[in-house]
């Protein structure tokens, strides 16, 4: 080394923000490297079994001459720790082996997907997006990689489901914007007479739904309707109506106008839940913030107090608002109609 030019690069304190970014590179290459992992194939392949560099090639359809630059690729997830090489075969490592395999693991592993790709494109091309007088698209999200990410806050959610969900009484639900059903299927668990419609905004995601309730066997008790909820018109029917993590698609400005025509749904006595993240939370919260604010037709996300007043605005009464995950600002709030 030579040491007068590694001196005057410690004296212009190039150095020591060097090794900051070098701190941070390696994360941001992992959550990548399994990001790519699972988008060509290999992620499924390898949590199967160990493989060679000709089974993976072959697997994938990579032409041999193009197996330097392929080899090297897989260098790469070596020197990342998320591959390794036994005796020829290479292996999962890591946080990738960690998340293989394991059912519930695949909401995290959908929030590395998330990372990796939607939020990634919001932090580098929302400015120009902005500059060019345009904004995201819901086309510009993987809905099932969303909806399989939101699951990760299923612990809590289901947990204020079996509190606050009649466990006998026959009740009939409406569930908007339902991704993939797996809080239907909570709450037809929890309440074997309650019956529900889900309407979900996106046609990928209503196909999973179906599918899902298909294999849970509750297509007797279950419906899933294609649609935007406000072009939506019910009787009194529902005794619960639900919005889950989804009110920041609706424009701030046109939710007291939404949360009216939900109203008009509920039987009385009936209640309306909306779970969602809420202004002031942890980085990830603040990504969906982004998204909601950058994204032709939603918004930001609602702040506790504005929360509960456009609730009351539209006509809710008894309005109660708690955080129920701790460490961020994640809460859920409930309004009944007047009986």
């Given at each position: 080394?030579?040491?007068?030019?590694?001196?005057?690069?410690?004296?212009k304190?190039?150095?020591?923000l060097?090794?900051?970014?070098?701190?941070?590179?390696?994360?941001?290459?992992?959550l990548?490297?399994?990001?790519?992992?699972?988008?060509?194939?290999?992620?499924?392949?390898?949590?199967?079994?160990p493989?060679?560099?000709?089974?993976?090639m072959d697997?994938?359809?990579?032409a041999?001459?193009?197996?330097?630059?392929?080899?090297?690729?897989?260098?790469?997830?070596?020197?990342?720790?998320?591959?390794r090489?036994?005796?020829?075969?290479?292996?999962?490592?890591?946080l990738?082996?960690?998340?293989?395999g394991?059912?519930?693991?695949?909401a995290?592993l959908?929030?590395?997907?998330?990372?990796?790709?939607?939020?990634?494109?919001?932090?580098?091309?929302?400015?120009?997006k902005?500059?060019?007088?345009?904004?995201?698209?819901?086309?510009?999200?993987?809905?099932?990689?969303?909806?399989?990410?939101?699951?990760?806050?299923?612990?809590f959610?289901?947990?204020?489901?079996?509190?606050?969900?009649?466990?006998?009484?026959?009740?009939?639900?409406?569930?908007?914007?339902?991704?993939?059903?797996i809080y239907?299927?909570?709450?037809?668990?929890?309440n074997?007479?309650?019956?529900?419609?889900?309407?979900?905004?996106?046609?990928?995601?209503?196909?999973?739904?179906?599918s899902?309730?298909?294999?849970?066997?509750?297509?007797?008790?279950?419906?899933?309707?294609?649609?935007d909820?406000?072009?939506?018109?019910?009787?009194?029917?529902?005794?619960?109506v639900t919005?889950?993590?989804?009110?920041?698609?609706?424009?701030?400005?046109?939710?007291?106008?939404?949360?009216?025509?939900?109203?008009?749904?509920?039987?009385?006595?009936?209640?309306?839940?909306?779970?969602?993240?809420?202004?002031?939370?942890?980085?990830?919260?603040?990504?969906?913030?982004?998204?909601?604010?950058?994204?032709?037709?939603?918004?930001?996300?609602?702040?506790?107090?504005?929360?509960?007043?456009?609730m009351?605005?539209?006509?809710?009464?008894?309005?109660?608002?708690?955080?129920?995950?701790?460490?961020?600002?994640?809460?859920?709030?409930?309004?009944?109609?007047?009986?």
């Open positions: 080394m030579n040491l007068k030019a590694f001196l005057t690069f410690l004296q304190g190039q150095f020591f060097l090794l900051q970014i070098t701190r941070l590179m390696t994360p941001f290459y992992q990548g490297y399994i990001t790519a992992l699972v988008k060509h194939g290999f992620f499924d392949i390898l949590s199967a079994e493989a060679s560099l000709e089974k993976l697997e994938s359809g990579i041999e001459k193009n197996g330097s630059a392929f080899r090297a690729w897989l260098q790469a997830g070596l020197r990342l720790k998320m591959l090489l036994d005796e020829g075969h290479y292996q999962l490592n890591g990738a082996k960690s998340l293989a394991i059912p519930k693991n695949d995290l959908a929030i590395i997907q998330e990372i990796a790709t939607l939020h990634y494109k919001l932090i580098l091309h929302t400015p120009a902005l500059k060019a007088g345009e904004k995201w698209s819901l086309d510009d999200q993987d809905g099932e990689v969303v909806a399989r990410s939101s699951r990760i806050v299923e612990p959610q289901t947990a204020m489901i079996q509190s606050l969900f009649p466990k006998d009484a026959p009740i009939h639900l409406l569930e908007v914007g339902c991704g993939s059903g239907i299927k909570e709450a037809a668990m929890h074997q007479r309650l019956t529900a419609l889900g309407v979900e905004l996106q046609a990928d995601v209503v196909g999973m739904a179906r899902n309730m298909a294999g849970w066997q509750l297509q007797g008790r279950v419906r899933i309707e294609e649609g909820i406000r072009e939506k018109n019910f009787e009194r029917e529902f005794d619960i919005l889950y993590n989804n009110i920041y698609y609706f424009p701030v400005s046109e939710r007291v106008a939404l949360l009216e025509h939900l109203k008009a749904f509920l039987k009385p006595g009936g209640f309306l839940i909306i779970v969602t993240g809420c202004q002031g939370g942890q980085p990830l919260m603040e990504m969906l913030n982004l998204w909601g604010a950058a994204t032709e037709g939603a918004d930001r996300l609602p702040a506790p107090d504005e929360m509960v007043a456009q009351q605005a539209a006509g809710f009464e008894r309005v109660q608002a708690k955080n129920f995950m701790p460490g961020d600002a994640f809460y859920r709030f409930v309004g009944y109609r007047k009986s």
